[in-house]
Nanobody, 122 residues
Framework: QVQLVESGGGLVQAGGSLRLSCAAS????????MGWFRQAPGKEREFVAA????????YYVASVKGRFTISRDNAVNTVYLQMSSLKPEDTAVYYC???????????????WGQGTQVTVSS
């Protein structure tokens, strides 16, 4: 059982930056692919970014490419989402997720954090 805890959300002005962190409890964290998803009010959960267990492979939804960067530090069981040039449409609850396979489908992840709110003001 992998427990995930997100942090780093908050209120930021458009054009600003935030870094989200997701700490995992599992000592085999390095064997899991990790994903970030987000959900805005009244909308379905949306894929944002994913990273392979080694960190060698990443991919992003088109709307965040060039603005967001996913990374991981297996030594401290943590995955990050660096968000820059934030826009009001990035406002959502952001979730990290873990699974042995890397995918952009929410249903493909077995383990989820509780989410952290990101609000971007215009």
């Amino acid at each position: 059982q992998v427990q995930l805890v997100e942090s780093g959300g908050g209120l930021v002005q458009a054009g600003g930056s935030l870094r989200l962190s997701c700490a995992a409890s599992e000592r085999t964290f390095s064997t899991y692919a990790m994903g970030w998803f987000r959900q805005a009010p009244g909308k379905e959960r949306e894929f944002v970014a994913a990273i392979s267990w080694s960190g060698d492979t990443t991919y992003y939804v088109a709307s965040v490419k060039g603005r967001f960067t996913i990374s991981r530090d297996n030594a401290v069981n943590t995955v990050y989402l660096q968000m820059s040039s934030l826009k009001p449409e990035d406002t959502a609850v952001y979730y990290c997720a873990a699974d042995l396979s890397m995918t952009d489908y929410a249903s493909g992840y077995d383990y989820w954090g509780q989410g952290t709110q990101v609000t971007v003001s215009s």
